[in-house]
Nanobody, 127 residues
């Protein structure tokens, strides 16, 4: 079992930066891939970034490449999403998720590949 709690969301002006954190409890966190998803009002949930269990492999959706960075600290059971050059279209509720599989080198893109989800944190980017 993995429990996830996101923090760090808020209101920021376009062009600004923010870092989201996802604190995990549970002994298997460090062996699971992690993902950040977001859901804007009226839109489907989408993958933003993902990282494998060791941190050696990452994935970014095209719209955030070069602006967002996912990282993890397995000693702290925490995954981060550093967001720079924020745009109004980044406004959404951001969720972290832990993968179904563990001890895999893969990153995962689909929601059904994740077993555990946080409650979400709101990011609002004003223009």
């Amino acid at each position: 079992q993995v429990q996830l709690v996101e923090s760090g969301g808020g209101l920021v002006q376009a062009g600004g930066s923010l870092r989201l954190s996802c604190a995990a409890s549970g002994r298997t966190f460090s062996s699971r891939a992690m993902g950040w998803f977001r859901q804007a009002p009226g839109k489907e949930r989408e993958i933003v970034a993902a990282i494998n269990w060791s941190g050696g492999k990452t994935y970014y959706t095209d719209s955030v490449k070069g602006r967002f960075t996912i990282s993890r600290d397995n000693t702290k059971n925490t995954v981060y999403l550093q967001m720079n050059s924020l745009k109004p279209e980044d406004t959404a509720v951001y969720y972290c998720a832990a993968s179904l599989s563990f001890h895999s080198e893969s990153v995962y893109f689909r929601g059904d590949e994740y077993a555990y989800w946080g409650q979400g944190t709101q990011l609002t980017v004003s223009s």
